[in-house]
């Protein structure tokens, strides 16, 4: 494991040696500002390896994420920004008004990133990499 990046509100580590599997551990305390500081470091470290990379948002730890700041437009944005290499998108334990409010938002705004078909939602950071393992497998598989 490799911290790339160390806050209060948030940790964004590398969970393998290979640099395949990114996760941003998310926690109380968090805002909108911090989230649009850690998605350029994540788009940095995403950029600078040419295979593909799992993206985890782990919102297990219970962060109040849907602070008065809140847009569709910062939703949106998050949604934009599409990395080639990024294969999937994990949100994990995600409060259901912010679920609700990303898989809209992907709906809506399909035509314009596929990220929107990147994104998944996941129990458990378990269930999270389990699925990965798989869609390595699948890869490896003829």
């Known amino acids: 494991m490799h911290v790339v990046l160390s806050r209060q509100t948030h940790q964004l580590r590398w969970l393998d040696e290979e640099k395949t599997i990114l996760q941003l551990d998310i926690h109380p305390g968090w ?6 500081k850690v998605l350029e470091q994540i788009n940095l ?11 985890v ?8 994420i849907l602070s008065r700041n809140l847009s569709l437009s910062n939703l949106k944005s998050y949604l934009e920004k599409d990395m080639p290499n990024e294969r999937q998108i994990y949100i994990i334990g995600a409060d259901p008004i912010l ?4 898989r809209t938002l992907a709906g809506l705004y399909s035509y314009i990133t596929e990220n929107a078909g990147k994104v998944r939602f996941m ?8 699925h990965i393992s798989g869609m390595k497998a699948d890869l490896v598989t003829p």
């Open 123 to 130: 129990d458990s950071v378990e269930d999270a990499y389990a």
């Open 57 to 64: 948002y782990n919102f297990s730890y219970k962060a109040q």
């Open 45 to 55: 470290q995403i950029g600078w390896v040419e295979h593909d990379v799992y993206m």
């Open 31 to 36: 805002t909108w500002d911090d989230g649009q």
């Open 99 to 102: 679920a609700t409010l990303i």
